[in-house]
């Protein structure tokens, strides 16, 4: 039985990409979470505008990224 789109060959930028997302966000925790004790004696209303707001800042790199791990291109 022949399939009109064979598979193709496993690319070494899905790998690669996954291990650059998750040093991106190890990256990150590590700098936000340094920063505890300072961001720890704000009022609890900034602290958690400050902590949503870092927790969206990583998602920022990743659209650029998921096309290059897709496509081997940068940009679309």
Same mark, same amino acid.
Do not use: C
């Given at each position: 039985?022949?399939?009109?789109?064979?598979?193709?060959?496993?690319?070494?930028?899905?790998?690669?990409?996954?291990?650059? =997302? #998750? @040093?991106? !966000?190890?990256?990150?925790?590590?700098?936000?979470?340094?920063?505890?004790?300072?961001? $720890?004696? *704000?009022?609890?209303?900034?602290?958690?505008?400050?902590?949503? =707001? #870092? @927790?969206? !800042?990583?998602?920022?790199?990743?659209?650029?990224?998921?096309?290059?791990?897709?496509? $081997?291109? *940068?940009?679309?």
């Amino acid at each position: 039985m022949n399939h009109p789109n064979p598979p193709s060959k496993p690319s070494w930028r899905k790998p690669t990409g996954m291990f650059i =997302i #998750l @040093g991106i !966000i190890t990256l990150l925790a590590w700098v936000i979470g340094s920063q505890s004790d300072v961001i $720890g004696g *704000w009022p609890i209303w900034l602290q958690a505008i400050v902590y949503l =707001i #870092l @927790g969206t !800042i990583w998602i920022a790199p990743l659209r650029p990224l998921l096309i290059w791990m897709e496509t $081997g291109k *940068w940009r679309e």
